[in-house]
Nanobody, 115 residues
Framework: VQLVESGGGLVQPGGSLRLSCAAS????????MSWYRQAPGKERELVAT????????NYADSMKGRFTISRDNVKNTVYLQMNSLKPEDTAVYYCNAQGTWEDYWGKGTLVTVSS
């Protein structure tokens, strides 16, 4: 099982980034997918979730209207489009796959929002 995040980097406040998480080794289309993040010195927090077929999404309040989660069950990839980024969005962003009995995590990708 692998979840590989990509797309992180340094961006100025107000900018945008698109994160990707490529999945392999499990039946991607059967799993609820989420993005989490962990800022320095803080606990990991949920950013957004998308159901297995992509029909429903959910966001943390501070991300609503700025972030969009989506998935491609053909490419086995989940995305996080992040707009209007703020310095407080600086964190390591992790991909998570939630199944009935297990969940999987990627190693994360660092997003730094700074001028």
């Amino acid at each position: 099982v692998q979840l590989v995040e990509s797309g992180g980097g340094l961006v100025q406040p107000g900018g945008s980034l698109r994160l990707s998480c490529a999945a392999s080794g499990f039946t991607f289309s059967s799993y609820v997918m989420s993005w989490y993040r962990q800022a320095p010195g803080k606990e990991r927090e949920l950013v957004a979730t998308i159901t297995s077929a992509g029909g429903s999404t959910n966001y943390a309040d501070s991300m609503k209207g700025r972030f969009t989660i989506s998935r491609d069950n053909v490419k086995n990839t989940v995305y996080l489009q992040m707009n209007s980024l703020k310095p407080e969005d600086t964190a390591v962003y992790y991909c998570n796959a939630q199944g009935t009995w297990e969940d999987y995590w990627g190693k994360g990708t660092l997003v730094t929002v700074s001028s």
